[in-house]
C-alpha cells in the first residue's frame, strides 16, 4: 500500500499543469509561471516570511478555468527545510491527480522528495481510497539526487507498513516470510532459524514460550560488488518483538495498545537492507532480527525463571517486560561469536525511560566507540533521524548482578531509575570487544499525529540515519 504516488522528472515544466509549486525565498526574482501579481505583492499580501512549511494557494488563468500556483517557502535551503516544504505542499495537493513542483536553485533537492513522498505515506486495511496526490512531477530537478529521495522515503514507506501492520496478522513467522520477500526482490541471502534451530537462542525462545506464534530469528546478508577481504562488515541487529504484552508482567492497557510498534528496530533493519544496493553501500551489512511475542500464557515465562543466552551467560529474568533485550542479546552475542563484524549497532524500541528522558523528535545513542558514535550522530543531523548520545554509566552496572545467575534482566533494586542506560549496560555484555552502538528509539518509533513528514502511527524513524551512515 504505502506510498501510491508516482515520481515523475521533466526537465520542463509542464504546460497548461493545473497545480503547480513555485518556491519563494530571498533570491526568488520571478516565477517560472505567470502570477495575476508580482511575486512580492502576493508575499506582502499573505504576510509570507519564507519559511518551510509555509503554502500560499494562488488563482492562475488557464485557458478558459482557473489553475492554481502553490508559493511555497524554503527557508535557507537546508535538508530540514527542504524535506520540511516537501511535506507542506505534498499535503496541500490531497486528493489532486497531478502535482507539478518547481525545485529550488539551491540546496538538496533529494531531501524535498522526502519529505513530499512521506507526507502521502498512507496506511488503511479496507476498501477507502487514499486521498494522496497520484503523481508528483518535478522539473528542472537533478535526476539523480531525486531518485536517492526516492529510494529512502519508499524503504521507511516499508518499515512503516511493517510497523503499522496490525499483531494479529505480524506473527513471527509472518515478519520471517517478509524478510524472505525482501530477500527475494533486493539480490540479499536469507536465513531463518525455527523451532529447534533455536536452541542456543535462550532470550528468543524464553520470551516466546509463551506465545502460540512461535519464535524466529532472520538474517539478511548483503554484499557489495566487489567486495574483497578488506571490505568493511556491520552488522544491524533488531529487536522484532511483533506485540509486548509485557508478559506475565504484564502491561496495563493504556502501555500495550501501541505494542504492535515493538518490533519498529527489526523493521528498520528489514528497510534498510532493502535499499542498500539501490544505494551502492560499498561495505558488507548484515542485517538480523530477533522476532518473538511477548505473550501471557500458561506457558510464559515467570518473574524469577533462569534463561540461558546464546553464548551460555545465565539471566535471572526479574521482571517479563524487559523482554527486547534478552533477544537482543543473543543477536548481539551470535554477531560477536559468528560473524566477525568490524561494527555492531542495535536499534530497538526498548525502553519507556528513552522516552521520557528524549520526548518523540529524539532516538538516545549509547556506543563504546567514539568514532562510531560521532559518525552516527552525524547521519543523524543529515537524514533528520536525530539522536542524542547517552552514557554507559559504569555506577550502574553493578545493579545488574544477580544472587542465583550471571545477570538479572533489570535493575536488582527495581528502582526504576535510569531504565534506558541500565538496558544499554546490560546489551554490553554480549558485545564482547567489538565497537558497539545501540539505538533506543521507543519515543520517536510513533507519532501521534501527521506532522511534517510523518503521518500518525509509524514513523520508520532510523531507516534514512543508518542509510546515510553506510552509504557515506
Ligand atoms: N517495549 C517496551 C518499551 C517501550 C515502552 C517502548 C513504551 C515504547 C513505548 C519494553 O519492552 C519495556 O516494556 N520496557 C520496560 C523495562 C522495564 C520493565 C525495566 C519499560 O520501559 O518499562
Ligand atoms: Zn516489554
Ligand atoms: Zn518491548
Redesign the pocket.
Known sequence: MPIETTLTVSDRLPENAELTAVPFGPDLAASPVELPVPVSALLSHYEAKGEPGEVFEVPVVRGDGVGRVLLYGTGDCSAPALRKAGAAIARKAKGRPSLSVVVPAHGDVSALVEGALLASYTFRIGQTRTSAVEEIVFSGADEPALRRGEVAARATALARDLVNTPADVKTPEWLAEQARIIAADHGLAVRVWADGDLGEFGGIRAVGQGSIHPPRFVQLQYTPENAGDGTPHVVLAGKG?TF?T?GL?L?PNE?MK??K??MAGGAVVMAVMSALAAFEVPVRVTGLIACAENAISGSAQRPSDVITQYGGRTVEVL?T????RLVLADALAYADAELDPDVMIDIA?????A?VALGVSLGALYATDESVADSLLSAGEISGDRFWRMPLLEDYRADLDSDVADLTN?DRKMSGAA?SVIAALYLREFVGERPWAHLDI?GP?RSAADDGQFTKGATGFGVRMLLSYLAA
Not at 517486560?321 to 527486547?324: H, I, K, R, V, W
Open positions: 518483538i509486548d509485557g508482567s502491561k502501555g501501541t505494542m510498534t515493538d521482571n517486560d524487559a523482554e527486547g524500541t526498548l525502553t519507556g525511560a522516552k533489570v531504565g521507543a518509533a
